[in-house]
């Protein structure tokens, strides 16, 4: 298969090494502002994958992230926001990594080069048509990822590849292609930079997109976060002075009785 492998093509800076801090750290930036570009251009396949996700998400399914290296730890970090800022329950956005949990700190060696491993750690969680599969690869053509989708579509889920390679192996398997083209790395073929921040800023649009689809925002509120700390029970406390307009006290006392901020609303507001 014949594509252009952008992710291994050269930079357009070289002799890194002989760069002062201020013009390594400028020409990092000048790179950096190519891709909130190259992410609006694929906004229709992501707008398409999120109309997907909330159909199915309304009969009970679930999204899977997976990924391999800083791709898998990416998906690992925006399935586990979820619970704290939405308030859903940790099975609904789940995270995986090729070599398992040990591999979010700690590379582990020839793990992403299983083909059939990704679909192993589906199965664990009884995947079935209402779930997605999002394979997340930078250079489209990582064995994990794909063999993952390949079982997906097999067994009849929906599937999507984020990748920065048009045309990979990784856009051709995929349901929904999301193919960000940010071009080469500041340091070649580093794909942590530009596509690893393509690749997050992707994963924000759709994940947060889906909750407020399915009601887990209100006006611009996280109405439904977990209330786990002193910073959050007052951002709940100011929510509801705002919603409600009472007392900074009145608000804190309510928020404690009612446990979230969408709670205590709807009480307030019958």
């Known amino acids: 298969m014949k594509y252009e492998k952008i992710t291994e093509t050269p930079s357009g800076y070289d002799h890194l090494e002989t760069m002062d801090t201020s013009s390594i750290l400028e020409n990092m930036n000048n790179e950096d502002q190519k891709v909130a570009g190259a992410v609006a251009q694929v ?18 399914g679930r999204l899977f992230y997976i990924g391999a290296g800083t791709s898998g730890r990416l ?4 399935a586990s926001e979820i619970p704290p800022t939405f308030g859903m329950p940790y099975d609904r956005v789940i995270g995986l990594i090729a070599g398992g949990d040990a591999a979010i700190r700690k590379a582990v060696e020839n793990a992403e080069d299983d083909r059939h491993q990704a679909w192993i750690d589906l199965k664990k969680y009884a995947v079935d ?41 990784l856009a051709v398997v995929a349901d929904i292609p999301i193919e960000i083209r940010v071009g080469p790395e500041f340091v070649t073929g580093s794909t942590r930079m530009k596509s690893g921040t393509s690749q997050k800023l992707v994963l924000n649009m759709i994940s947060t997109a889906l909750m407020i689809k399915i009601g887990r925002v209100k006006g611009n509120k996280m109405v439904n976060m977990q209330l786990t700390n002193t910073k959050l029970v007052d951002r709940g406390t100011r929510y509801l002075v705002e919603g409600l307009g009472i007392d900074y006290q009145e608000a804190e006392l309510l928020l404690k009785k009612h446990g979230s901020v969408k709670k205590a609303l709807d009480a307030e507001k019958q």
């Open 75 to 78: 998906g690992i970090l925006d």
């Open 43 to 60: 906004i229709p396949q992501i707008k398409k994958l999120v109309n997907a996700l909330v159909e199915r998400f309304e009969k009970g």
């Open 129 to 169: 048509e209402n779930d997605v599969i999002v394979g997340i690869a930078a250079s489209g053509t990582t064995p994990y990822v794909i063999g993952g989708l390949e079982e997906a579509k097999a067994h009849g889920l929906l599937t999507a590849g984020i990748t920065n390679n048009p045309g990979s192996p």
